[in-house]
């Protein structure tokens, strides 16, 4: 069973910052993915950024680009998304993903909230 803790969701100013964490534990594919999605009320779930088991290749979506940065710890199977300069349309529930084996295998947090007050 993989779970996935997410912690440092929580409100703040624009142009402020957060740190969201995510540790993961169980049986976990060794070469794996991991990221950030979030999804704001009556929107879909989107990418902000993953990070390879590696770290050699990160993506990140276009609107967080030059304000986000997301990172991993493999000996403590967790990644972090430090967010800066925070914008209000930052706001919305952010989950954390683990996936590996081409997708086969996927597993999400249980989500922490994210507000940004203008």
């Known amino acids: 069973q993989v779970q996935l803790v997410e912690s440092g969701g929580g409100l703040v100013q624009a142009g402020g910052s957060l740190r969201l964490s995510c540790a993961a534990s169980?049986?976990?594919?060794?070469?794996?993915?991991m990221g950030w999605y979030r999804q704001a009320p009556g929107n879909e779930r989107e990418l902000v950024a993953d990070i390879t088991s590696s770290g050699g290749r990160t993506n990140y979506a276009d609107s967080v680009k030059g304000r986000f940065t997301i990172s991993r710890d493999n000996a403590k199977n967790t990644v972090y998304l430090q967010m800066n300069s925070l914008k209000p349309e930052d706001t919305a529930v952010y989950y954390c993903?683990?996936?590996?084996?081409?997708?086969?295998?996927?597993?999400w947090g249980q989500g922490t909230q994210v507000t940004v007050s203008s």
């Open positions: 993903n683990i996936y590996w084996g081409g997708r086969n295998y996927i597993h």
């Open positions: 169980g049986s976990i594919g060794s070469i794996n993915v």
